[in-house]
């Protein structure tokens, strides 16, 4: 008995089955847009159905000659129903739909799973007729859109048109990274505006910055600046973004050390813990200060971000990353201090993973990689705090810099205690 199903259930028969399926759930919901009367679409549940079974059974008699064939007479069949049709509508989806469950029901003959996830994407896209409109034409700006344009372009086409090696002074400056890091900036920008549309200008700041502080909290507190800089009655909540993105990196640098080398985590973990703490409850200050926080900004949507802020950045990182090669032209490997502090600069989390590889290693002592990486967490909070200063001006780094200072002071107190 088990022999006759599988016999009877050759591919042949999936495939009838699975092209027969696409065409019912696609006319299904088609069906149920059709309308009543003589100005209803001539397209319903039997056409679909009976359109991708065509697709399907044409490529099993004479293959993608025929598939072609079929499909131009579905478009000519079409096109007479469009122009004959008395519907002021004058969309294309049914008749666009139609084509492609043709297609599909070709697919289905060759790869069903394929052609089955595809008919369903497509009568998700069906369904989602009035949420879709409602949001490109009454939740998204024209600014939205810009930004999106904007964003697009510099990630699919200014990106990969950049060289991807060192150049400029010391040979420090990779164009393709610097690029990077301006769509990175845009990105967590993006993150923050999203978070504001969907959590309100109150909430929505602190849990973007959080996110994205496992990305980069330098860029975050970047991005959190020009944000306050641009809509200063959300100073507080920027504030918390930009320290909760602190907690990020403390976590991350958690993760890599556990990853490395257990044995320099478990003297660090104090320090880490305290810093941390340090972190979490600044941030959870200024993410109450930013609930009571009221204005416009809440209800006028502008744009995802700044390119000026983020090409600024850049600059600045860049600055950054050209003192770190020359503080290495003129000191030298002259320590793993030295080299994690200036490394620090760019990273926290390279010269961490560099120290706790030679601790797994056996070339120094784990005790011995607590120096080195406080110096590279204590370095890159400068950065952080150069970054603050000019992304959001003085009224955001006076806010933010304090909490800063506090972080990295725990993370030094929890390394005494331990020594």
């Known amino acids: 008995?088990?022999?006759?199903?599988?016999?009877?259930?050759?591919?042949?028969?999936?495939?009838?089955?699975?092209?027969?399926?696409?065409?019912?759930?696609?006319?299904?919901?088609?069906?149920?847009?059709?309308?009543?009367?003589?100005?209803?679409?001539?397209?319903?549940?039997?056409?679909?159905?009976?359109?991708?079974?065509?697709?399907?059974?044409?490529?099993?008699?004479?293959?993608?000659?025929?598939?072609?064939?079929?499909?131009?007479?579905?478009?000519?069949?079409?096109?007479?129903?469009?122009?004959?049709?008395?519907?002021?509508?004058?969309?294309?989806?049914?008749e666009t739909a139609l084509i492609s469950t043709v297609l599909l029901g070709g697919l289905a003959t060759q790869r069903p799973v394929l052609a089955a996830g595809v008919a369903v994407i497509l009568a998700i896209l069906?369904?989602?007729?009035?949420?879709?409109?409602?949001?490109?034409?009454?939740?998204?700006?024209?600014?939205?859109?810009?930004?999106?344009?904007?964003?697009?372009?510099?990630?699919?086409?200014?990106?990969?048109?950049?060289?991807?090696?060192?150049?400029?002074?010391?040979?420090?400056?990779?164009?393709?990274?610097?690029?990077?890091?301006?769509?990175?900036?845009?990105?967590?920008?993006?993150?923050?505006h999203v978070s504001i549309r969907l959590l309100g200008a109150r909430g929505g700041l602190a849990v973007a910055g959080?996110?994205?502080?496992?990305?980069?909290?330098?860029?975050?507190?970047?991005?959190?600046?020009?944000?306050?800089?641009?809509?200063?009655?959300?100073?507080?909540?920027?504030?918390?973004?930009?320290?909760?993105?602190?907690?990020?990196?403390?976590?991350?640098?958690?993760?890599?050390?556990a990853a490395t080398s257990l044995p320099t985590l478990q003297n660090l973990l104090v320090p880490l813990l305290c810093a941390g703490a340090a972190a979490t409850i600044y941030g959870a200050i200024f993410t109450v200060e930013g609930m009571r926080e009221t204005g416009a900004a809440d209800l006028q949507p502008g744009r995802a971000f700044s390119l000026p802020s983020a090409l600024l950045l850049a600059l600045t990182l860049s600055g950054v990353i050209v003192l770190s090669a020359g503080l290495r032209e003129v000191f030298g490997e002259i320590g793993l201090v030295v080299s994690a502090a200036v490394a620090g600069l760019v990273d926290t989390h390279s010269p961490a993973v560099a120290a706790a590889t030679l601790a797994s290693s056996g070339k120094i002592n784990p005790a011995d990689a607590v120096a080195p990486v406080l110096a590279a967490l204590s370095t890159n909070t400068l950065s952080k705090i150069v970054v603050g200063w000019i992304s959001g001006g003085r009224a955001f780094a006076l806010r933010l810099i304090p909490g800063l200072i506090l972080v990295i002071a725990a993370a030094w107190a929890g390394a005494i205690l331990t020594w």
Do not use: C
């Open 1 to 94: 008995m088990m022999d006759f199903l599988k016999a009877s259930l050759s591919s042949e028969v999936v495939a009838i089955l699975v092209a027969l399926g696409i065409g019912l759930l696609i006319g299904l919901e088609r069906e149920r847009r059709k309308g009543e009367g003589p100005g209803r679409s001539p397209a319903g549940l039997r056409t679909f159905a009976a359109a991708s079974l065509a697709g399907a059974i044409s490529v099993m008699i004479g293959g993608k000659g025929l598939l072609a064939l079929v499909t131009a007479g579905i478009v000519a069949l079409t096109a007479i129903a469009y122009l004959r049709s008395k519907s002021d509508d004058p969309g294309l989806t049914s």
């Open 126 to 192: 069906l369904a989602s007729r009035a949420a879709m409109h409602h949001f490109a034409r009454s939740v998204l700006s024209d600014n939205e859109v810009k930004d999106a344009l904007i964003f697009a372009a510099a990630t699919l086409v200014v990106l990969p048109l950049l060289p991807n090696q060192p150049v400029g002074p010391f040979g420090a400056l990779n164009l393709r990274s610097i690029w990077i890091i301006v769509i990175l900036v845009m990105a967590v920008g993006a993150a923050g």
């Open 210 to 257: 959080f996110a994205s502080g496992f990305i980069s909290s330098t860029a975050t507190i970047g991005a959190m600046g020009a944000r306050a800089r641009r809509a200063p009655e959300l100073l507080g909540a920027a504030t918390a973004g930009a320290t909760l993105s602190t907690v990020a990196t403390i976590v991350q640098l958690f993760v890599v050390l």
